[in-house]
């Protein structure tokens, strides 16, 4: 991009080369399997665990990295510059181990951590249900005490690591009458009984993305699987989700840059009426615009990458972020694959597979429409 970065450290970009390497040589030759049977295969789980690159901000006692979250960017922006789709790498990570980091109690983390950051124990956070999308307050899912025990009730769906994960974190009503006040994070682990997987969920684009429903009937957890302090569990989403939405904003912007060079390189090179595409006005000027568009979203989520790695990132900075790149990211995709002509609806081209792949960017951690209200709310 020409951009003289400045959010990153010399150990954030020794990071970034061991990252490169491992994509490239473990991942992006097994791409095609991981499509074709729905899910990334545990070896390369633990690979990545034996390589240290899972959960880099976990504290180095517990098995973890010990950096911080620019460490964490880093590995994002590597896996989407490698074209890496559907391995929710991050999910994992960045969005749930951090839950039980800053959440768990000192046996919990004791317990559970270790085998999280050398991935034997894979994640999930069972959030969204049928009918509530990003309505977490409207959840129906139970959780009730008896004696040393939680009983859960209720469905999830659109979870991602569903089928595969060993343990998830579960958004669940413990007082029903309190509204969103009423909600606890309580960890169910994948063989406890009642807890079952429903179908793998068919997908638009992401095939090797390991989505889908779960269902609880009257599954029983000791009652040292609360996570956090009982009804306090929408304060506890809160406060995580700007990592969440800002580790969405991060891979937008590699994407759109790596596709960006991928698709100048493309019509520089493709043959129309004895010229290249390159050639064209329009070409250049819809890259213009692609490239000035590319330069703002870097420079907005740097910035934010900043203010975060010095904990001062707010829910509207996040929501900001998000907002920015998925939309920006999508509008430029659309442009790029009317620029490939009929080979950018073939799947075998990286901005196709974009064009599928990342449309869901802008629904998942919260809508567009969600985040533009949580910004207005603050105008």
């Not at 609880?216 to 989403?237: A, I, S, T, W």
């Amino acid at each position: 991009m020409h951009i003289q970065r400045t959010v990153y450290r010399d150990d954030h970009e020794m990071l970034r080369e061991t990252a490169r390497r491992f994509f490239e040589r473990e991942c992006v030759p097994r791409q095609a399997q991981w499509d074709e049977a729905g899910h990334v295969d545990r070896e390369t789980w633990l690979k990545a665990g034996r390589e240290g690159l899972l959960c880099l901000t976990v504290p180095t006692e517990y098995g973890g990295g010990g950096g911080d979250f620019g460490h964490s960017a880093v590995l994002i922006e590597e896996l989407h510059r490698a074209g890496i789709s559907g391995w929710s790498l991050g999910v994992h990570s960045d969005i749930v181990a951090p839950y039980i980091v800053r959440l768990g109690t000192e046996e919990q983390k004791q317990k559970w951590l270790p085998k999280i950051c050398a991935g034997e124990t894979l994640l999930a956070v069972a959030m969204t249900e049928p009918g509530t999308g990003s309505d977490l307050k409207a959840i129906r899912t139970t959780a009730v005490r008896d004696g040393d025990e939680w009983v859960i009730n209720g469905s999830k769906t659109f979870i991602s690591n569903g089928i595969h994960s060993d343990m998830v974190v579960v958004v669940c009503k413990t007082d029903p009458s309190a509204g969103a006040k009423g909600c606890s994070l309580i960890m169910v682990e994948g063989d406890r009984e009642g807890f079952r997987r429903g179908r793998k969920l068919q997908k638009v684009g992401q095939p090797a993305a390991d989505t889908s429903e779960l269902f609880f009937d009257n599954v029983r957890v000791p009652v040292g699987n609360l996570l956090g302090e009982e009804n306090k569990g929408f304060m506890h989403l809160m406060e995580e989700l700007p990592q969440e939405r800002l580790v969405i904003a991060t891979y937008c912007a590699a994407k759109l840059e790596r596709l960006l060079e991928l698709t100048t390189e493309y019509v520089k090179d493709r043959k129309a009426f004895n010229q290249t595409v390159w050639d064209f006005q329009n070409t250049k000027f819809k890259l213009a615009d692609i490239k000035a568009q590319a330069t703002a979203v870097r420079l907005t989520v740097d910035y934010y990458l900043g203010e975060h790695m010095r904990r001062r990132l707010t829910s509207q900075e996040a929501a900001i972020a998000k907002l920015f790149a998925t939309e920006t990211l999508w509008k430029c995709i659309d442009d790029m694959v009317q620029l490939h002509g009929g080979y950018g609806y073939m799947l075998e081209y990286p901005i196709a597979r974009a064009f599928v792949d990342m449309r869901v960017t802008r629904i998942f951690g919260g809508t567009s429409e969600v985040l533009r209200e949580l910004i207005a709310r603050q105008l």
